[in-house]
């Protein structure tokens, strides 16, 4: 079974930054397509960024020139970097582990900017 557990969320300023980290347990984490997905208040859940095995990368277009989504398959992680933060950017963002069609999904880490 595949566990996820974020960390890095927190409460910024607008134009501040914050990078989070999520680590996976298992053994087949080089070959998923990881990705970072956020929620906010009375929103749906949205794709921010993604990565494929291969390293291509994908960005929602609110979050393109700010966001870098990166993996370090030595250490099963996944980060997110997050640049020029905006208030619009405050939800709860999980990280997603999709390992040949079966998702999992970490706890969830909040990220609150404030203006």
């Known amino acids: 079974q595949v566990q996820l557990v974020e960390s890095g969320g927190g409460l910024v300023q607008a134009g501040g930054s914050l990078r989070l980290s999520c680590e996976a347990s298992?053994?087949?984490?080089?070959?998923?397509?990881l990705g970072w997905y956020r929620q906010a208040s009375g929103k749906q859940r949205e794709l921010v960024a993604s990565i494929t095995s291969g390293g291509t990368t994908n960005y929602a277009e609110a979050v393109k020139g700010r966001f870098t989504i990166s993996r370090d398959n030595a250490k099963n992680t996944v980060f997110l970097q997050m640049n020029s933060l905006k208030p619009e950017d405050t939800a709860v963002y999980y990280c997603?582990?999709?390992?040949?069609?079966?998702?999992?999904w970490g706890q969830g880490t909040q990220v609150t900017v404030s203006s």
């Open positions: 997603n582990l999709d390992l040949f069609g079966t998702n999992h």
């Open positions: 298992g053994h087949m984490f080089s070959y998923a397509v």
